[in-house]
């Protein structure tokens, strides 16, 4: 049974900094892509980084040079270091599995003063 369980969500102020994980299980983790998706109330959900089995990453305009994606194969877990948040990258984050389609329960992180 495969599992995605995302953690490390939370309420920020701007310019704080927040580390999401997500940890998997019942699968070969590090032969995945893993991705890491947010959605705003209102809005399409939508990529905000990728990171493939050799460590090559993808990242979508809005987030370049604040936020960072990285993987721990030993530990089966992808994570995404957000820096800079601004109230605009309020939403419910998701970490999905990108070959198979799984994808997690989301955890929220809201960026507030």
């Known amino acids: 049974q495969v599992q995605l369980v995302e953690s490390g969500g939370g309420l920020v102020q701007p310019g704080g900094s927040l580390r999401l994980s997500c940890a998997a299980s019942?699968?070969?983790?590090?032969?995945?892509?893993m991705g890491w998706y947010r959605q705003a109330p209102g809005k399409q959900r939508e990529l905000v980084a990728r990171i493939g089995s050799s460590d090559s990453t993808v990242y979508a305009e809005s987030v370049k040079g604040r936020f960072t994606i990285s993987r721990d194969n030993a530990k089966n877990t992808v994570y995404l270091q957000m820096n800079s948040l601004k109230p605009e990258d309020t939403a419910v984050y998701y970490c999905?599995?990108?070959?198979?389609?799984?994808w997690g329960q989301g955890t929220q992180v809201t960026v507030s003063s």
């Open positions: 019942g699968i070969r983790f590090s032969i995945y892509t």
């Open positions: 999905k599995e990108e070959f198979l389609g799984f």
